[in-house]
Nanobody, 122 residues
Framework: QVQLVESGGGLVQAGDSLRLSCVASGRTFSIYRMGWFRQAPGKEREALGA????????YYRDSIEGRFTISRDVAKNTMYLQMNNLKPEDTAVYYC???????????????WGQGTQVTVSS
């Protein structure tokens, strides 16, 4: 089991920056990949990007690449999402997720956090 807790959300103005954190606990030694997602009201959840835990290689959704950066601190079992130049359309609940290296599911991720709200005012 892995537990994920996001933090760092809030109300900001357009153009501001925020850094979200996702702290993992439990079987963190088995983490293979972690990702960030968001879901805006009335919209489907969308993947923003992910980071491979062993080598920190990242990949991003095209629409946010250049503004958002994913990083991780293995010693702290924490993944970050640095968001710059925020726009009102970035308003959403942001979630983190983790996939374990011994996962037996066909789902891309095994565990999810509870989400943190980000609201960007114009």
């Amino acid at each position: 089991q892995v537990q994920l807790v996001e933090s760092g959300g809030g109300l900001v103005q357009a153009g501001d920056s925020l850094r979200l954190s996702c702290v993992a606990s439990g079987r963190t030694f088995s983490i293979y990949r972690m990702g960030w997602f968001r879901q805006a009201p009335g919209k489907e959840r969308e993947a923003l990007g992910a980071i491979f835990w062993s080598n920190s290689k990242t990949y991003y959704r095209d629409s946010i690449e250049g503004r958002f950066t994913i990083s991780r601190d293995v010693a702290k079992n924490t993944m970050y999402l640095q968001m710059n130049n925020l726009k009102p359309e970035d308003t959403a609940v942001y979630y983190c997720a983790a996939r374990l290296d011994d996962s037996s599911t066909h789902e891309p991720y095994d565990y999810w956090g509870q989400g943190t709200q980000v609201t960007v005012s114009s």
